[in-house]
């Protein structure tokens, strides 16, 4: 039998019930199985591509066909990102269980719809481009509320705690898809999506069944104008990165292409504007008096950064085991995507581990300790994986990802905690939207900063590397100086596929034609791996280096948000909060403790 609830309280919310309550932690389950769910949404991608390319029938590497390799990846993360504000908004104003029920519905039905496409070719890759899109929507709504709810039902005492194991279980999820994808795309690559049927369907019933709204007074009207030119800035600016790692003309990249200058140009302008518009409107979406609380705004950048840090981080280390590492190592290269996976498991283990220990002991000593000691080991595990050699031995490669594990596990929980007890509660849903937009934007941004700093490294000595190996072993100098002037993204794409690099260089007609031993030594496993691991490390060393700054600036920020805070009512507040008086008053207290 449910609690009864008490009475209102000064901010419009009703107080949760006092004494046990077993409610808290059903939030907790249903959260984590919704956060877990759209998070592996996120990676399992990854290692699927070879296997749904090969079953709708066409071929990604083909020209002009990155658009629909980078989209499949890419639609899904961008989405969330434009829309976790808006929903985490929608969620304060007409209920956060409301909406989060909703993303459950939505997650569930579109990931059933993406297994039923029945096209072939380019029609069957926009059909699910679209439908990932649709799919994201789902997820947001889930990203949007979890958070907020989550701090809704537990106490200020154990919201770390709580928040800890949400939030490794998230960025866990993102891991544990790269081996759902490795395991079951082989089998049927529909199952990708039908895995995630029943989880959706029991967590929505569960959810409707058990989740209970916390009401609150007051209203409020949707900001059109901030939610238009926020949406279509950021889409602006990831459409321009994502555009940037592509070839243009016959430069390696597009930075300098019409189209990505003026999607950068356009969404910063928007962007500029809906700052402007966010101080005019009566309810804004994004409450940009929020970083006026220190706690807030510091815990936001360090996200930021240290999803800077990490976001690119996936792919690199994918294509160093896919490309070099377990080729060499004696696995095929259609092998390589689900052991890429596996091998990366301690990483998932360090978060598993640390998340929820750090994020309890933050509940006592605060979040600055755990979470900028974090980002320091984390520096520091970048620092260790840039010393390794390209062909490692796999016992210190473990090693070092589980420490960046345990790391980024002991930064995540505490961090988004002290962010979350920091917010008023009435504007916890738009609170949480904004720290997720930052972290899920910082990814892709990622993405294209570590793309472009490995381009930039393998630029510089690919080409001339590739020649020569190609031409020592019969490729005609026409076909190897062909293949050693195609972008190194291609290369890069090639490695990241589980394809066989040289094949797709050079072609199958003319490995056809030269002598069958030099064919098999084109082919085989050690022959490009060998090749290409100069020119890999000089790229990889360029994107370490860019972790570890990021990292370093994470933690420097994570230790300004002051020391244990807690946002706390005025004593005088009389009436509903439907400003952000409170969250002024609460950026004014004492930070530390």
Excluded at 14 to 26: F, N, S, V
Excluded at 264 to 286: C, Q, R, S
Aim: proline share 6%.
């Amino acid at each position: 039998m449910r609690e009864p609830i008490s009475n209102h309280r000064p901010d419009g919310f009703l107080a949760q019930p006092a004494g046990p309550d077993r409610y808290k932690w059903i939030v907790l389950s249903n959260t984590t199985l919704g956060v877990t769910m759209a998070t592996i949404d996120i990676s399992i991608m990854l290692i699927a591509l070879p296997d749904i390319f090969r079953g709708i029938h066409i071929d990604p590497l083909a020209p002009g066909n990155s658009f629909y390799l980078l989209w499949l990846i890419l639609s899904f993360m961008v989405v969330t990102s434009v829309l976790v504000v808006s929903l985490g908004r929608l969620g304060d104003m007409y209920g956060r269980v409301r909406m989060y029920n909703l993303g459950f519905v939505v997650y569930t039905l579109f990931s059933l719809v993406l297994t039923v496409t029945w096209f072939s070719g380019t029609a069957a890759a926009i059909y699910l481009v679209v439908m990932r899109v649709f799919q994201g929507v789902g997820a947001a709504l889930l990203l949007a509320n979890s958070t907020a709810i989550l701090t809704d039902a537990f106490p200020e005492d154990q919201r770390g705690m709580a928040i800890g194991i949400n939030q490794v279980a998230a960025i866990s999820g993102s891991f544990l898809g790269l081996v759902l994808g490795g395991v079951l795309a082989p089998i049927q690559w529909r199952l990708i999506f039908l895995v995630s049927v029943p989880f959706g369907l029991f967590g929505t019933v569960w959810a409707y069944l058990k989740l209970r709204e916390v009401p609150r007074r007051g209203t409020a009207t949707v900001d059109w104008p901030g939610n238009i030119t926020f949406a279509l800035g950021l889409i602006g600016i990831m459409i321009g990165i994502t555009y940037g790692i592509q070839p243009y003309g016959h430069s390696t990249m597009g930075w300098m292409s019409p189209l990505v200058l003026g999607c950068l140009a356009g969404g910063v302008a928007l962007l500029t504007a809906f700052a402007v518009i966010e101080t005019k409107v009566a309810d804004p979406m994004f409450r940009l008096p929020l970083f006026k609380i220190r706690a807030f705004t510091a815990g936001s950048l360090s996200s930021l950064l240290a999803a800077m840090g990490r976001g690119g981080l996936m792919f690199m280390l994918i294509i160093w085991l896919q490309g070099i590492w377990l080729p060499r190592h004696g696995y095929s290269f259609s092998q390589t995507p689900l052991w890429a996976g596996i091998y990366m498991l301690p990483l998932t283990a360090g978060f598993l581990l640390a998340g929820p220990v750090s994020g309890f002991l933050s509940d006592k000593f605060g979040s600055r300790p755990f979470a900028t000691g974090g980002m320091v080991v984390a520096a520091g595990s970048f620092l260790l994986l840039e010393m390794l050699p390209i062909n490692f031995s796999y016992w210190a490669f473990g090693l070092i990802l589980l420490l960046n594990g345990l790391a980024m596990g002991a930064f995540a929980a505490p961090n988004r905690a002290g962010v979350m007890n920091s917010l008023p509660p009435q504007h916890r849903g738009v609170g949480s939207g904004m720290n997720s937009t930052f972290q899920n934007s910082a990814q892709v941004l990622s993405i294209g900063v570590f793309f472009t700093l490995m381009i930039l490294g393998l630029s510089a000595t690919l080409p001339g590397t590739l020649y020569h190996g190609l031409v020592a072993h019969g490729v005609p100098v026409r076909v190897a100086a062909a293949a050693a002037h195609l972008p190194p993204v291609s290369t890069l794409f090639a490695a990241f596929l589980g394809y066989s690099p040289v094949q797709h260089l050079v072609g199958q007609s003319v490995l056809a034609r030269l002598p069958a031993h030099q064919a098999a030594t084109l082919t085989g496993r050690s022959f490009f791996p060998t090749l290409i691991s100069g020119p890999f490390a000089s790229g990889l060393g360029e994107a370490f280096d860019f972790a570890i700054a990021a990292c370093l600036a994470a933690a420097a920020m994570s230790w300004l948000r002051g020391g244990k805070y807690h946002y706390q009512e005025p004593a005088a507040a009389a009436e509903p909060a439907a400003s952000l008086a409170d969250g002024e008053h609460g950026a004014s207290l004492a930070q530390g403790q």
